[in-house]
Structure formats: structure tokens, C-alpha cells
């Protein structure tokens, strides 16, 4: 319809007022039935509609689960509740693995440092407020960059020193030297 209005396009190449009804089959039948010279001049103008291709590009990353649960749920009789509880699930999910975290950090701290012990409230403050503002970095509109940035090439490096770090501790455990003599 813009092409038309930019008079790019003949009047007759109008799609019908029903189109947004019931698009895949009214669009392909009010294609064929334009006339040759008309077709030829649309055709142009017109993307490939390969719906892999579009499925392709939507479904990477961190978003496909969503997509796919949500897809899941809208066919479930009942469907807003079941959006509910699977937002309920998701949300203590990530409370859980939250805690967790923070349980990680806060606890080999007070263990090292005895003094920490008296004040886990203030310890807990301060463990959280630099995570919560190091993570506002991700709901940014650049965020979802970030995320595949730090799923690509971030996690693998850690990970490697981690090993490494694992090896030399259980070699100092276990006395690698001396097994050696």
C-alpha cells in the first residue's frame, strides 16, 4: 500500500481490505489472481516468506525456551493459569539459584574473616547491591549482546583456571611430590 501511495505501484495492485483476517490464504489467492503486467511489477518489491528462515532467526539464544513455553501453554485449556504457574516456577527457580549464589559468596567470607560473622545483614547489603547493579548492565536494550558475549567467550575462560586451579589444589592435597620420590 505504500508502494501504491508512491505511485510505485499501479491501483490495481490494492490488496484486498480482508487480507489481515486470514493472511496466508487470502494474500497467495489475491497474488495469482492479479494480472501478468501487475505481478511483474509487485514481484519485485516482495521478500521471500520462508517461514525456516524466519523460525531460524527468531529462535536463538536465551529467548527460545520462552518462545517455546509460551507457544506450549496458549494451546493448554485453562492457558492464564498455567502462564501464572510457570511464572511462579520461574521466578523461585531463580530465587533459589539466587540464594544460592549468595550463600557461596557470603559464606567462605564469614569463615575467612570472623568479624564478618556479627554483621551478615550489612555483609549480605553489600554482596547484593554491586551484583544488582553489575546486572542492570544486562536488562539495557544492548543486554541480550552482552548475555551471548558472556555465554560465548567469557564462561570458557573461568572455567579453564577453575580446572587448573582444582588440579594444583587436589596435587597439594594429595602430595604429588612426594609420590614422586
Same mark, same amino acid.
Given at each position: 500500500?505504500?508502494?501504491?501511495?508512491?505511485?510505485?505501484?499501479p491501483p490495481e495492485a490494492q490488496p484486498p481490505d480482508s487480507l489481515h483476517h486470514d493472511p496466508s490464504s487470502i494474500y497467495s489467492k489475491w497474488l495469482n489472481n492479479l494480472p501478468g503486467q501487475v505481478k511483474e511489477r509487485i514481484l519485485p518489491h516482495l521478500t521471500d516468506c520462508d517461514l525456516s528462515e524466519q523460525l531460524s532467526e527468531v529462535m536463538v539464544g536465551p529467548g527460545v525456551a520462552i518462545?517455546?513455553? +509460551?507457544?506450549?501453554?496458549?494451546?493448554? /485449556? *485453562? &492457558?492464564?493459569f498455567w502462564a501464572i504457574?510457570?511464572?511462579?516456577?520461574?521466578?523461585?527457580?531463580g530465587l533459589s539459584t539466587v540464594i544460592g549464589i549468595i550463600q557461596g559468596i557470603i559464606t567462605p567470607l564469614q569463615n575467612t574473616f570472623s568479624s564478618l560473622r556479627e554483621h551478615s545483614g550489612l555483609l549480605t547489603v553489600g554482596v547484593c547491591v554491586?551484583?544488582?547493579?553489575? +546486572?542492570?548492565?544486562?536488562?539495557?536494550? /544492548? *543486554? &541480550?549482546?552482552?548475555?551471548?558475549?558472556?555465554?560465548?567467550?567469557w564462561t570458557s575462560l573461568p572455567l579453564f583456571f577453575v580446572v587448573i586451579l582444582e588440579t594444583v589444589a587436589m596435587a597439594w592435597i594429595y602430595g604429588a611430590r612426594s609420590q614422586m620420590k
Open positions: 500500500m505504500d508502494l501504491i501511495a508512491a505511485n510505485l505501484l518462545v517455546a513455553i +509460551s507457544n506450549i501453554i496458549s494451546v493448554f /485449556s *485453562g &492457558s492464564t504457574i510457570t511464572f511462579v516456577l520461574l521466578v523461585t527457580l554491586p551484583m544488582f547493579l553489575s +546486572s542492570l548492565l544486562f536488562v539495557r536494550p /544492548s *543486554g &541480550s549482546y552482552y548475555v551471548n558475549l558472556l555465554d560465548d567467550y
